[in-house]
């Protein structure tokens, strides 16, 4: 375990498995980022942030980028861009802009959200398509489909290429839009083994995370055509989001783009050895994803106990889950999660199913 400090001391003092957005900036960040040229990005002079966006724009193949505070922030630029207030956005019931963004489609943006069922990770053409309700005086305008890659909410599910070129295909046709939440959008590129510009180049705008396993320790991306990324910068402004010497943090997310991507499979590998190690244990179940990234969704509701009963008791042995429903826990593998820390998670896992019964 390297570079997790507590009030500026190294320590490791927990297994911190309920989110990647626990990760510390790692020691050449921090250097980067006492030493960033900065300048006021209101202004478009801070030379970092614009390293960064075309640094950005380059990796996911896009002609322009914007740096945003937050994946929520990215998403939320993204939708007021491509839309009109009294517009319908179609996405998925279990979308992380839907159920974890705080409404702010609804409530900023003015939206109608139309839902389609995400349950399995990812929206095929067919439902886009019965979902569109086409022209009718009583309807709204449907003008925006969102996908997640990888999807939060069904334990780190991977969209493959082909179905976002499906499904790109099928949206452009009818004249709308397509976002993608790529928040974790390097896991879904590791994970299958090729370039992200393949996921990317599919949809008209792509917003990722620099602040989750790729360690920096503030903001996201919103990447897209030159245009569009014109006018989200204008929306971003309204958000409050217009930073000034913000090259202090892009600094890290330079890095993060430049160093930090190829190493997640490492995340990815941790992740399938932890779900191997729980499945042994009778009444703890790890619910299947299509290709292994760095989110495990665990069943645990066989042992007798709650999923808030079952975090407070691995809580106690060190170990931190984050209870996702009733029954399941969410456990995400990071840079501060070693082969050590898997063995003790599926150790303390089996030492709270034995007290249980
Ligand atoms: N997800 C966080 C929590 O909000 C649940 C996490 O710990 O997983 N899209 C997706 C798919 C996300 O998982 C998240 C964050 C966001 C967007 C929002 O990013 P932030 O937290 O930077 O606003």
């Given at each position: 375990?390297?570079?997790?400090?507590?009030?500026?001391?190294?320590?490791?003092?927990?297994?911190?498995?309920?989110?990647?957005?626990?990760?510390?900036?790692?020691?050449?960040?921090?250097?980067?980022?006492?030493?960033?040229?900065?300048?006021?990005?209101?202004?478009?002079?801070?030379?970092?942030?614009?390293?960064?966006?075309?640094?950005?724009?380059e990796r996911v193949g896009k002609e322009a980028a914007l740096f945003v505070v937050s994946g929520?922030?990215?998403?939320l630029v993204a939708t007021l861009t491509h839309?009109?207030?009294?517009?319908?956005?179609?996405?998925?019931?279990?979308?992380?802009?839907?159920?974890?963004?705080?409404?702010?489609?609804?409530?900023?943006g003015g939206l109608?959200?139309?839902?389609?069922?995400?349950?399995?990770?990812n929206i095929q053409p067919a439902q886009v398509l019965?979902?569109?309700?086409?022209?009718?005086?009583?309807?709204?305008?449907t003008r925006l489909v969102c996908i997640e890659n990888t999807h939060n909410m069904s334990g780190g599910r991977v969209t493959e290429a082909a179905q976002i070129r499906a499904l790109a295909a099928a949206v452009h046709e009818r004249g709308l839009k397509l976002h993608m939440d790529g928040a974790r959008i390097f896991n879904a590129?590791?994970?299958?083994?090729?370039?992200?510009?393949?996921?990317?180049?599919?949809?008209?705008?792509?917003?990722?995370?620099?602040?989750?396993g790729l360690s920096a320790p503030v903001g996201s991306i919103l990447a897209g055509d030159a245009e569009f990324i014109a006018r989200a910068r204008k929306f971003r402004k309204i958000l409050g989001g217009g930073m000034r010497q913000a090259g202090v943090i892009a600094a890290a997310g330079i890095i993060a783009l430049e160093e930090m991507i190829d190493r997640?499979?490492?995340?990815?590998?941790?992740?399938?050895?932890?779900?191997?190690?729980?499945a042994l244990i009778p009444g703890v179940e790890v619910i299947a994803s299509n290709y292994q990234t760095n989110i495990l969704l665990i069943d645990i509701g066989g042992t007798g106990l709650t999923a808030s009963q079952f975090a407070g008791k691995l809580d106690q042995a060190g170990i931190r889950a984050l209870p996702r429903s009733k029954t399941t826990l969410r456990a995400v593998v990071h840079r501060h999660i070693d082969d050590e820390d898997i063995q003790k998670t599926i150790a303390a896992f089996g030492h709270v199913r034995g007290k249980a019964r």
């Open positions: 375990m390297q570079d997790y400090f507590i009030n500026g001391q190294p320590v490791k003092t927990i297994v911190d498995l309920r989110s990647d957005t626990f990760t510390q900036p790692t020691n050449k960040m921090r250097e980067a980022m006492a030493n960033a040229p900065v300048g006021d990005d209101v202004f478009g002079e801070d030379p970092t942030v614009k390293r960064l966006e075309k640094l950005a724009a929520t922030m990215g998403n839309t009109r207030p009294g517009d319908e956005v179609i996405l998925g019931a279990n979308s992380h802009i839907y159920g974890h963004e705080v409404g702010g489609l609804a409530r900023i109608m959200p139309r839902l389609v069922d995400d349950g399995e990770g019965t979902a569109l309700r086409g022209e009718d005086i009583h309807y709204p305008p590129a590791v994970a299958l083994g090729i370039p992200v510009t393949e996921l990317t180049e599919p949809v008209d705008s792509v917003m990722f995370c620099l602040s989750k997640l499979s490492e995340d990815h590998a941790r992740a399938e050895r932890l779900a191997a190690g729980l």
